[in-house]
């Protein structure tokens, strides 16, 4: 985690490339093989000092709460009806619409 709070993005780049080269000659098989699978990954996490820390957080999260509420529905019916209880859900509304 120290990487991503690294004082500025060359810094952390170059902290994560330190710990990534270390991976490989660690006794433990597990963290070996962890060290394979972070550099195959290393363009995908690394772009985070490419884009100046810009990351699909924000992104992921509305859509975790449309699907979980999308499985609490249970389906369904009216398609207009689904986009309205997404938009209400997503939006951070933290009342109900007015009763008609």
């Known amino acids: 985690r120290d990487v991503y709070h690294a004082a500025d993005p060359a810094t952390g780049r170059a902290l994560a490339e330190k710990i990534l080269a270390s991976f490989p000659s660690c006794p433990i098989p597990e963290i070996a093989r962890l060290g394979r699978t972070l550099k ?46 997404m938009l209400l859900v997503a939006g951070g509304l933290d009342q109900p619409p007015p009763q008609v």
């Open 40 to 85: 195959q990954w290393a363009d995908a996490f690394l772009g985070y000092f490419r884009t100046g820390g810009a990351n699909n957080g924000g992104t992921e999260a509305v859509n975790g709460l449309i699907e979980l509420h999308r499985r609490i529905a249970r389906g369904f019916r009216n398609r207009e009806n689904y986009r309205l209880r």
